[in-house]
C-alpha cells in the first residue's frame, strides 16, 4: 500500500509538471510571437507613422499584461476566470482583436447555436485557436487564417485554416502534442496538416454530453 501510495504521488507530480510546462508553453509562445511582430512592425514604422507605432505599443503592453496574468493563472492552477464566465466565441474574438493589427488578417464565423456549459470543451477550444494563430504567424508566416466554428445538437466541430507556407512534413512540437493531449482529455477527434502546396488545416471534432450543453 505505501508503494502505490507513492506510486500515485509521483504520478500526480509528474502530471502537474507537464500540466505546467504545457500551459507555460502555450501563453509564452502566443504571447511572446504577438509581441515581436509588433516590435519589428514598430521599428519599421516609428519614423513615418509616429501614431500608429503609438498605437502598436499601447497594444504590446496591453498582450503583456494579458501574458503575466495567465502564466500567474497557470502556476496557480486555476483556469482563467474569463473562460469560466464568458461564451467561447466572445474570447476567440479577443483573440482576433489583439492579432489584427499585427498584419494578420482573421476571418471567423460561427455556425448554430453556442450552448456550451462545461468550463473545459470552452478552454480547449480557446487553446486550440490560440496555438493555430501563434503557429500561423510563427512558422506558417500567413497572412489570413479562418476560424469556423460550428455548434450541433451533439457535437462541437472547429476548422481552421490559414494560407502560409505550409508543412508537408510535420514535426510535432510542445504545442502540437499539448493540443492533441487536449483533445484527448474530452475524447475528441484531431487532424492537422497542409494540403497542396500551401496553407495548413486544423479540424478537431467534440462529442458533447447533456451535462456540456445548456
Not at 509581441?35 to 498582450?63: F, H, M, P, W, Y
Not at 468550463?119 to 477550444?125: A, E, F, P, R
Amino acid at each position: 500500500m505505501q508503494y502505490e501510495l507513492k506510486y500515485k504521488e509521483k504520478l500526480a507530480i509528474v502530471n502537474e509538471r507537464n500540466r505546467i510546462s504545457r500551459e507555460l508553453h502555450d501563453t509564452l509562445g502566443h504571447t511572446l510571437t504577438l509581441l515581436i511582430t509588433l516590435i519589428k512592425s514598430s521599428r519599421i514604422n516609428i519614423k513615418k507613422d509616429t501614431e500608429g507605432t503609438e498605437k502598436k505599443l499601447v497594444q504590446a503592453a496591453s498582450i503583456a499584461s494579458e501574458g503575466l496574468k495567465q502564466i500567474r493563472t497557470t502556476i496557480s492552477g486555476w483556469l482563467p476566470d474569463k473562460l469560466n464566465s464568458s461564451p467561447i466565441t466572445t474570447e476567440i474574438n479577443k483573440l482576433i482583436e489583439f492579432a489584427k493589427d499585427i498584419g494578420i488578417e482573421i476571418d471567423f464565423s460561427v455556425y448554430g447555436e453556442e450552448r456550451i456549459v462545461a468550463t473545459g470543451y470552452s478552454d480547449v477550444l480557446y487553446k486550440i485557436c490560440r496555438e493555430a494563430i501563434t503557429n500561423s504567424l510563427r512558422h506558417g508566416k500567413a497572412k489570413k487564417v479562418t476560424i469556423v466554428l460550428k455548434f450541433f445538437q451533439e457535437k462541437i466541430q472547429l476548422f481552421i485554416t490559414d494560407d502560409g507556407i505550409g508543412c508537408n512534413n510535420i514535426k510535432k512540437g510542445f504545442g502540437l502534442i499539448g493540443i492533441e493531449e487536449r483533445v484527448n482529455d474530452m475524447n475528441g477527434t484531431l487532424t492537422y496538416g497542409t494540403t497542396g502546396d500551401r496553407g495548413f488545416n486544423i479540424h478537431a471534432k467534440f462529442p458533447i454530453s447533456k451535462e456540456g450543453f445548456r
